[in-house]
């Protein structure tokens, strides 16, 4: 196959009523086999699950069956260095000689490299059509699967994504925590996760503090007092979003919050210069020990303590290579703010903020 990646997420949590007419429509024919290209657009709000189904279906047996030629990914976030993203696609291509100097370049040698391929392109995380116009490079036999929080894609078969269902929600908790629930801690579970409005995300971050020991009541407690001092804050005030919208992204930073204050000192500093590490990056051990002037092996541990309290993302890793890990882009903001806050203080000789002058804001 290509050179494709994504997250993994924490679980495996099976959406059929979105994966299955997704999945049909990647394997379709073009209409009237006309020959278009077929663009297949998943929308929703950040950490409403967008990526991780992407993920499942580039996994998907049917799908890779399909695709014979392969699979390619590529994330874009915010702002994207398009060209190294193009020539990525390129040399996974089997070109390593040809050197574009332009996005133009770049795409339209795509094109003519995947003219007669099977393939799959998936387009994670588009802010920008225009970002998305240099990847849709694919002949007759390509799909292109995008997904996006507010892009509208012209030409695009649209896939709106829905919060989980309580049972979906206690799925994931189940298998987050490895153990059954009672009938009390599962009324106690579903409480939580109505007011985290059934978001993936959010739910992640919360059941990693229940899984280390902070009990359902005390964590809804905290949540609902979070949620309040945000909503008086009134942070997206000036973006407009539907009321379900910014409730559910209260909801997500009320968690990244209560996250963050049970961090050590030291780890919300290591949390923090993660902010400096390029948007959808890929974080190793040896990248992580550069930034906080700890060994490979230390840094190691770090990142699988973030981990497990799900502050980062599963990344890509080769058969027999350690784990990577990734942020999320609504932790990467997070991490950048608490960076640059004019609050904190910096202390790079020590790899971590000054501890005693930071803020969960």
Sequence with gaps: QGDWSSDVCSSDLERPEHETPVKASLLAGAPGGSGTLVVSALYGLGGIGKSVLATRLAHDPAVQGHFADGILWVTLGQTPDLL???????????????????????????????????????????????????????????????????????????????????????TLITQTLARPLGDVEKLQALSLAERLGFLPLALDLAVAQVRDGVSWDELLRDFQTELARLESLDLYSQEELPEDSKRRRHSILACFNLSLRLLSTEQLGQFAWLGIVPEDSQITPPVAALLWQVTPRQAAAILRTLRAKALLLTGVSQPGQPPTYRLHDLMHDRAQQLLTSPTQVTDRKSTRLNSSHLVIS
């Design 84 to 170: 190294p993203l193009l020539n990525g696609w390129i040399v996974a291509l089997g070109d390593r000689d040809y050197r574009p100097t332009t996005e133009a370049a770049a795409s339209s040698h795509l094109r003519t490299l995947l003219y007669d391929k099977t393939m799959l392109l998936v387009v994670d995380d588009v802010w920008q059509v225009e970002h998305l116009d240099w990847f849709r490079v694919g002949g007759q036999h390509c799909r292109v699967l995008v997904t996006t929080r507010e892009a509208r894609i012209p030409d695009a078969r649209i896939y709106e994504l829905d919060p989980m269902t309580p049972d979906q929600a206690l």
